[in-house]
């Protein structure tokens, strides 16, 4: 299946057995951001697409399974975003 996601390039992809859930930090690259990530369902669909604020080219993910929990580094702000996947 082909799951469609916002920005140019696919910058990093985390996946979550617990919940089946797939993280995909989006950029446009070439200095130009999507500033979102994408949450994916087991069954291919889109759960949610997290933008704004909280990103600033996000560039890698990774996934706490125990939690649900969601690290994403933003190559622009040199920071780390962190929020709960409650969807």
């Known amino acids: 299946a082909t799951v469609t996601v916002p920005g140019l390039a696919e910058a990093?992809?985390?996946?979550?057995?617990?919940?089946?859930?797939?993280?995909?930090?989006?950029s446009n690259g070439w200095g130009y951001y999507s500033n979102a990530v994408t949450i994916i369902r087991a069954d291919n669909t889109v759960a949610a697409n997290r933008a704004g604020?909280?990103?600033?080219?996000?560039?890698?993910?990774?996934?706490?399974e125990s939690t649900n929990?969601?690290?994403?580094?933003?190559?622009?702000a040199n920071a780390i975003s962190v929020f709960a996947d409650n969807y």
Do not use: E, K, L, Q
């Not at 604020?53 to 890698?60: A, V, Y």
């Not at 929990?69 to 622009?76: E, I, L, M, P, S």
């Open 12 to 26: 990093g992809i985390a996946v979550n057995a617990s919940n089946g859930h797939v993280y995909v930090a989006n």
């Open 69 to 76: 929990t969601v690290y994403v580094g933003n190559r622009a």
């Open 53 to 64: 604020g909280d990103f600033s080219d996000p560039f890698g993910i990774a996934v706490d």
